[in-house]
């Protein structure tokens, strides 16, 4: 599956975004989703995750209670709401897909996650 993230910008501390993330070649379906981000000179990271039916979310927790994970799989997209943005919150945000099983253990896992996208870039003034 090609994923194709979208919807980052510029916005101040505080501010709002939905990331989007829209899949071609085969349905999202049958994929859980997350998302990670990479902040610069800093490894890449678990942000959150939703299961292929959109049942299930897991959080990281320095998201937890700002971010939401969801999906439209009619729409073969996968959304990040942010809300009360942080400058700690500027990054490229990627979005992937697996179709391994839901597993809390290792949904954060970059190696869990056989597709990405190319990456949207946030960032967040103070």
């Known amino acids: 599956v090609q994923l194709q993230a979208s919807g980052g910008g510029l916005v101040q501390a505080g501010g709002s975004l939905r990331l989007s993330c829209a899949a071609s070649?085969?349905?999202?379906?049958?994929?859980?989703m997350g998302w990670f981000r990479q902040a610069p000179g800093k490894e890449r990271e678990f942000v959150a995750a939703?299961?292929?039916?959109?049942?299930?979310?897991y959080y990281a927790d320095s998201v937890k209670g700002r971010f939401t994970i969801s999906r439209d799989n009619a729409k073969n997209t996968v959304y990040l709401q942010m809300v009360s943005l942080k400058p700690e919150d500027t990054a490229v945000y990627y979005c992937?897909?697996?179709?391994?099983?839901?597993?809390?253990?290792?949904?954060?896992?970059?190696?869990?996650?056989?597709?990405w996208g190319q990456g949207t870039l946030v960032t967040v003034s103070s």
């Open positions: 939703i299961s292929w039916g959109g049942g299930s979310t």
């Open positions: 992937a897909a697996t179709r391994a099983g839901w597993n809390l253990l290792v949904v954060g896992r970059l190696s869990e996650y056989e597709s």
């Open positions: 070649g085969r349905t999202l379906s049958t994929y859980n």
